[in-house]
C-alpha cells in the first residue's frame, strides 16, 4: 500500500494506492489492477470519498473479456477495514480513532472501582462513538476491552449495568447500538473542559447510533 502523506490529522485527506501486492485475506485485487482510493479523517472514522481503478495492461489486451475478467475477480468489500487495519499499524500512521474522542480517566472501569454517573455517561458515549467510527466488520465490544484494558466479557458486563438514566441500548446486547439520554448529554456538558465541550457539540458520533454514515 502506498500513501501519499505521513499525516493522518482530523479534516486531511490521503490518497491511497492499492494493488494485488496488499492482497492478504480481507481484500482481493487482480494483476494488473491498481485501485486509488482518497479517504478523509472525519472526527476519527475513515471516509472513503473517492474510488478510481486503473489497469496496467497495454491497449492491445484490453479486451472487453479481459476487463471483465479483471474485474470480477475484484473483491473489496473489507476495504475499510484494510484501511482501518494498515492506517493503524504503529510502525506507520498510527492512526486511531479514540484519538478524537474526549480526555477522560476511565482507570474505574479497569480496577473495579467507584464508577460515577459521570463516568457511565462518558462509558455509554465512547461506545457510541466506537460504533461510529469503526467498520462495520470491526467487533465495537473487542476494540472497546482493548482500549479500556479489560477484558471483553468485563466490557460486555459494563454495558449491561449502565443505567438506563444515561444510556439505552438497542435491542439485543449483542447488537451494535445505542443512544446517551438527555440527562446523560446534560450530565456531560457540565463537567467537561471549553476545549471537550466544543468537541462534544460539533462531533457527530458521540451522543447517538443511527447506523448510517452521518458523513
Known amino acids: 500500500m502506498k500513501i501519499q502523506g505521513n499525516d493522518f490529522a482530523l479534516t486531511?485527506?490521503?490518497?491511497?494506492?492499492?494493488?494485488?501486492?496488499?492482497?492478504?485475506?480481507?481484500?482481493?485485487?487482480?494483476?494488473?489492477?491498481?485501485?486509488?482510493?482518497?479517504?478523509?479523517?472525519?472526527?476519527?472514522?475513515?471516509?472513503?470519498?473517492?474510488?478510481?481503478?486503473?489497469?496496467?495492461?497495454?491497449?492491445?489486451?484490453?479486451?472487453?473479456?479481459?476487463?471483465?475478467?479483471?474485474?470480477?475477480?475484484?473483491?473489496?468489500?473489507?476495504l475499510d477495514r484494510y484501511l482501518f487495519k494498515?492506517?493503524?499499524?504503529?510502525?506507520?500512521?498510527?492512526?486511531?480513532?479514540?484519538?478524537?474522542?474526549?480526555?477522560?480517566?476511565?482507570?474505574?472501569?479497569?480496577?473495579?472501582?467507584?464508577?460515577?454517573?459521570y463516568d457511565w455517561a462518558m462509558f455509554g458515549s465512547l461506545y457510541v462513538f466506537a460504533c461510529n467510527v469503526l467498520p462495520v466488520s470491526v467487533k465495537v465490544e473487542l476494540?472497546?476491552?482493548?482500549?479500556?484494558?479489560?477484558?471483553?466479557?468485563?466490557?460486555?458486563?459494563?454495558?449491561?449495568?449502565?443505567?438506563k438514566s444515561i444510556f439505552l441500548k438497542n435491542e439485543h446486547i449483542e447488537s451494535r447500538g445505542g443512544n446517551l439520554t438527555f440527562e446523560a448529554e446534560e450530565l456531560i456538558v457540565s463537567q467537561l473542559s471549553e476545549e471537550n465541550k466544543k468537541l462534544f457539540e460539533e462531533n457527530p458520533y458521540l451522543k447517538f447510533y443511527s447506523g448510517s454514515d452521518l458523513a
Do not use: C, W
Not at 14 to 37: H, M, Y
Not at 143 to 163: G, H, M, Q, V, W
Open 143 to 163: 476494540s472497546l476491552a482493548k482500549e479500556l484494558r479489560i477484558s471483553e466479557e468485563n466490557f460486555k458486563r459494563y454495558l449491561k449495568k449502565t443505567p
Open 12 to 78: 486531511s485527506k490521503l490518497t491511497v494506492e492499492l494493488n494485488s501486492d496488499d492482497n492478504e485475506g480481507l481484500i482481493f485485487i487482480p494483476k494488473n489492477l491498481s485501485l486509488f482510493v482518497e479517504i478523509e479523517n472525519y472526527f476519527g472514522k475513515i471516509i472513503i470519498n473517492n474510488l478510481r481503478i486503473e489497469t496496467h495492461q497495454d491497449q492491445f489486451s484490453l479486451t472487453k473479456k479481459g476487463l471483465e475478467g479483471l474485474t470480477a475477480s475484484l473483491d473489496i468489500k473489507l
Open 86 to 117: 494498515m492506517l493503524g499499524d504503529k510502525s506507520g500512521i498510527n492512526h486511531s480513532p479514540y484519538k478524537y474522542f474526549m480526555k477522560h480517566d476511565f482507570t474505574s472501569f479497569e480496577k473495579s472501582r467507584r464508577i460515577t454517573d
